[in-house]
Nanobody, 122 residues
Framework: QVQLVESGGGLVQAGGSLRLSCAAS????????MAWYRQAPGKQRELVAA???????NYAEFVKGRFTISRDNAKNTAYLQMNSLKPEDTAVYYC????????????????WGQGTQVTVSS
């Protein structure tokens, strides 16, 4: 019923930039918090950045000053602007959202996107 689709990943050299997008589609009343997570092979998934429906942001220490999360409510889309990328940023980046259900789904629920690969070369 609801899907989150990430895009914008790719290969970039250290110091470069990428802009990730997460578009929500389907039937839902609204989206509360949206967040970006990442997971490198063999490691746990970790929070990168989050943004509330009111626009309040939260960042992991390792991306502060380099990444910016934003959202366009009219497009049901969240973004992650990634600057000054480092090889350590290499991971699959996942979008996550808390949604308010509509129709057959009542209440709050959470969805994950399929992920988009970000690879930063030295």
């Amino acid at each position: 019923q609801v899907q989150l689709v990430e895009s914008g990943g790719g290969l970039v050299q250290a110091g470069g930039s990428l802009r990730l997008s997460c578009a929500a589609s389907g039937s839902f009343a609204s989206i509360n918090a949206m967040a970006w997570y990442r997971q490198a092979p063999g490691k746990q998934r970790e929070l990168v950045a989050a943004i509330t429906s009111g626009g309040t942001t939260n960042y992991a220490e390792f991306v502060k000053g380099r990444f910016t999360i934003s959202r366009d409510n009219a497009k049901n889309t969240a973004y992650l602007q990634m600057n000054s990328l480092k090889p350590e940023d290499t991971a699959v980046y996942y979008c996550n959202a808390d949604l308010v259900g509509s129709g057959s789904i009542v209440g709050l629920y959470n969805r994950w996107g399929q992920g988009t690969q970000v690879t930063v070369s030295s």
